[in-house]
């Protein structure tokens, strides 16, 4: 199983970036997604995150109203829109793939820095 992120960079506050996460190895379907993130120094948080079917959508409080999470089942990809970004935003971004029994599968992260 794999799960390689993609989109980070540099943007100044107020921009957006859209983050990907391709999956392969496993079937992305029956999986809840996930974003996370770990600032320098601080301990790894999650983000948002979206169930395999149905369900409702999370988001921690520090995220809401301007992230959004989505999946394409058919493209084996979860994807996190990042609007109104503020340099407090500034982390490591990972997503996971989860199923109970399963197990949970990890990225290798993209780095995503807001400054002006």
């Known amino acids: 199983a794999q799960l390689v992120e993609s989109g980070g960079g540099l943007v100044q506050p107020g921009g957006s970036l859209r983050l990907s996460c391709v999956a392969s190895g496993f079937t992305f379907s029956w999986y809840a997604m996930s974003w996370h993130r770990q600032a320098p120094g601080k301990e790894r948080e999650l983000v948002a995150s979206i169930p395999s079917a149905g369900g409702s959508i999370d988001y921690s409080n520090s995220v809401k109203g301007r992230f959004t999470i989505s999946r394409d089942n058919a493209k084996n990809t979860v994807y996190l829109q990042m609007n109104s970004l503020k340099p407090e935003d500034t982390a490591v971004y990972y997503c996971?793939?989860?199923?109970?029994?399963?197990?949970?599968?990890w990225g290798q992260g993209t780095h995503v820095t807001v400054s002006s």
């Open positions: 996971s793939a989860k199923r109970v029994w399963f197990g949970e599968y």
